[in-house]
């Protein structure tokens, strides 16, 4: 179950508010939501819903063992048992297939594949349940008896199948006491129909565009430049609009049932650097990584370099069990290291504008890396872009396109940007100012939701094209 179907609109999510609201307590709450969350995540994963649940057992004894025998042996036993087990689930299900194809590619052997399925989010929940354990372990959050807040930590389904990877301290006291006033559930409806409008209407176009040019239109080698260019621009958009769309409504949704998720995103193509990108785009990962693999390594006191290039490997590999996506994290380690060492100070001299379109075109190129996973395919790709290899510049097909398709780059490239969320918020803060009071106001972003609904409704009932990139993640 998606959160941009009719089915969770109009079917799970009014029933699970309804039933959450209806229930007298908090621990009745709690547990309500946990199990509508197990429902939402069984419903596209009805066998995996078994290895969640077990996850959630080893992390929840590693933890109370961790607390029971604080500076003992058997806390760091468990701690290493609970790595060692996350890190294996991990392995064994996301990159079982890939170490076996690359050891018989090396080796000439005939090991077979592990048959297994890759279970939705497990990318993410994995590491939240692993964080838990480190956290517990290095006292820097209490241990959580009750087995049942415990599995709505890891279940909650927000955040359960693409993020923002939830760390327990975020939610800890959350999950001992929330409450919801109407300014807050009315922010969440309207984060939530944000990210909606995100996934829906720029999104899916964009995803559309991308998918009839490179997969449907038959061999990238007949695109021009100017459809290659149309092409990687709109599928940068889909990726941003498609994941950051997600982790809106992810926190649009948290916030009705009283809690309140760390941002995800922070308008990353409006950065002026690499550096900065990555503090904006998916900043739950990069801090991951940050607070648990590149700190502990040393950090920026020893072997920064070599540190960087570890946390980078892997944050490509964390994307995909495939050597583009391991290619895609280096070459982010390459331009990240040449910023800091080489010329970072020359940037801060150069227009912010400069920088933000010489950004854009970097973290572009990476797109072509990330989309194929077949590397003569992206060196194909990198040919049509530049005009290498007999690509023609136009065509009247590929005219045709880009007249077609010049709107939704304009919206997007809009979107992109904090302009529509200065707009909405000038507007409710100048009902204020003139005297008009909340209750215009609430009155305004009702419209503009229901408005919102409305069309996003239309557009799911018109198209059968509304992927989740990141849930192959």
């Known amino acids: 179950m998606v959160f941009s179907s009719l089915l969770f609109l109009y079917v799970f999510l009014p029933v699970t508010l309804l039933i959450y609201y209806v229930s007298p307590t908090l621990k009745l709450k709690n547990i309500a939501l946990a199990f509508l969350s197990l429902i939402f995540y069984a419903w596209g994963e009805p066998l995996w819903v078994i290895l969640l649940i077990v996850s959630s057992i080893v992390d929840y004894v590693n933890g109370r063992v961790i607390g029971r025998y604080r500076g003992k042996w058997q806390a760091k036993a468990s701690l290493v048992t609970s790595i060692i087990i996350n890190l294996a689930l991990l392995g064994g299900f996301k990159y079982g297939n890939f170490i076996i194809d690359n050891i018989n590619a090396l080796l000439g052997t005939s090991i077979p594949n592990t048959g297994l399925t890759l279970p939705i989010g497990i990318s993410f929940y994995t590491f939240q349940t692993m964080s838990y354990s480190i956290d517990v372990y290095k ?136 550096t900065d990108f990555w503090r904006r785009w998916h900043i739950s ?66 227009p912010s504008a400069l920088n933000a379109i010489m950004t854009f075109f970097v973290v572009l190129m990476g797109w072509v890396l990330f989309y194929f996973t077949d590397l003569s395919a992206a060196g194909q790709m990198f040919g049509n872009l530049f005009g290498i290899g007999g690509a023609s510049l136009l065509n009247t097909e590929s005219r045709l396109m880009l007249t077609n398709n010049i709107l939704l780059i304009a919206l997007c490239i809009i979107g992109s940007t904090p302009l529509p969320a200065k707009i909405g918020r000038s507007l409710i803060s100048n009902f204020d100012e003139r005297g008009f009071g909340s209750a215009l106001s609430y009155a305004t972003v009702l419209v503009g939701n229901t408005a919102l609904l409305f069309i996003c409704t239309v557009s799911l009932i018109g198209s059968t094209h509304n992927p989740f990139i990141y849930f192959r993640f």
């Open 285 to 350: 990962l990069s801090s991951f990584f940050r607070d648990y693999v590149y700190i502990p390594l040393g950090g920026n006191r020893r072997y920064q370099l070599r540190n960087m290039l570890i946390v980078w490997g892997l944050t490509g590999l964390w994307h995909g069990a495939s050597w583009n996506f391991v290619l895609w994290g280096l070459y982010f380690f390459v331009f990240l290291a040449l910023e800091k060492y080489i010329y970072g100070n020359l940037l801060k001299k150069l």
């Open 139 to 274: 006292g820097e959050v209490k241990v959580q008896k009750s087995f049942m807040d415990f599995l709505l930590f890891v279940s909650l389904f927000p955040q359960l199948i693409a993020g923002p990877i939830l760390r327990y301290s975020e939610i800890e006291k959350q999950l001992q006491g929330r409450t919801t006033t109407l300014r807050g559930f009315t922010y969440g409806i309207t984060r939530f129909l944000v990210g909606l409008g995100k996934k829906v209407l720029l999104s899916n176009y964009a995803s559309a565009v991308v998918s009839k040019l490179f997969e449907q239109s038959g061999p990238i080698a007949g695109l021009t430049v100017t459809q290659s260019w149309l092409g990687m621009i709109l599928y940068a958009f889909h990726i941003y609009f498609d994941f950051s769309g997600y982790s809106d409504m992810a926190i649009g949704l948290s916030h009705m049932f009283g809690f309140e998720y760390s941002e995800n995103f922070n308008y990353p193509y409006t950065a002026t650097s690499i």
